[in-house]
């Protein structure tokens, strides 16, 4: 199977309390394995079997018709999550605070400091109607930016966000996500968040984005 499930870089309940166990057990081994699953099942034998995530999403257009839909949906579920995990760690052992370095200076200088950036990607994801993702990404220019976009989508995926781009950080805004220990309250979600963002993995794919 080309494509398979990532272990998480932590315990279920290394999150905790910002993100509860049984949370993360559900989300990682059936949401993301899921993904997974279909993704691999789309796939095969079809022309881009064999590809990269990147390459696929990157390229929607070249997969067949037939399986354009699930490809987009289960590529997508599977390069957010990947990503969303990888972003984040248990608070104070590696998550929470603030960027540092070039990152932190593109912050400022791009979207006007850490604090205005924090309130616009709070704002993206709070505002996001029904299922879907906050990013920060970064443009083929190299400039940072926050956006969201719906369902699996990711701005790796031509035409579908307001800044497309290479997506440094990510956060995972589906009910799946949050809704055991938040129920309806989102913003209460993402408020805590905040604590467990690994920056020094955004700041390295960072580095990685800008090449
Ligand atoms: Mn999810």
Known sequence: MPFSLPDLPYAHDALEPVIDSQTMQIHHGKHHNGYVTNLNKAIEGSPVSGKSLEAILGDLAAVPEGIRTA???????????????????????????????????????????????????????????????????VKPEGKVCVCSTPNQDNPLMKGVAE????????????????????????????????????????AENFKAAKG
């Open 71 to 137: 490809v987009r949906n289960n590529a997508g579920g599977h390069f957010n999550h990947s990503l969303f995990w990888s972003v984040m760690a248990p608070a104070g052992k590696g998550g929470g605070g603030q960027p540092s370095g070039d990152l932190a200076n593109a912050i400022t200088k791009d979207l006007g400091g850490f604090d205005a950036f924090k309130d616009a990607f709070s704002k993206a994801a709070a505002t996001r109607f029904g299922s879907g993702w906050a990013w920060l990404c």
């Open 163 to 202: 800044c497309p781009g290479k997506p440094i950080l990510g956060l995972d805004v589906w009910e799946h996500a949050y809704y055991l220990k938040y129920q309806n309250r989102r913003p209460d979600y993402v408020s805590a968040w905040w604590g467990v963002v690994n920056w020094a993995k955004v």
